[in-house]
């Protein structure tokens, strides 16, 4: 039990001191997070509808062709428990 209430005790006094203003949160993490990097922001191309659509299309297919490998596995993995629940 004193685990416990020592873990409280831990999570209580950060949140007091993040309150309170005394610590900035992640500053020194990972070697200095805190500090500001200027990066280019990423700019997302424009894609034609037809393009969006035939994306659409081959995912849509492909999660079909998915979705029959995983039933017809499971049907077989199924059969052969069943065979081998009843054989004994």
Not at 16 to 45: A, I, Q
Not at 47 to 59: A, C, E, F
């Amino acid at each position: 039990m004193s685990s416990i209430g020592s873990m409280n005790a831990v999570i209580n006094n950060n949140r007091k001191l993040l309150k309170n203003g005394k610590r900035e949160p992640f500053t020194k993490m990972n070697g200095g997070s805190g500090k500001k990097v200027n990066y280019k922001r990423y700019v997302m191309p424009e894609v034609s509808p037809h393009v969006l659509r035939r994306v659409r299309i081959k995912t849509r297919r492909e999660n079909k062709r998915l979705l029959i490998k995983q039933v017809i596995i499971g049907l077989i993995v199924s059969l052969i428990m069943l065979y081998y629940l009843y054989s004994f």
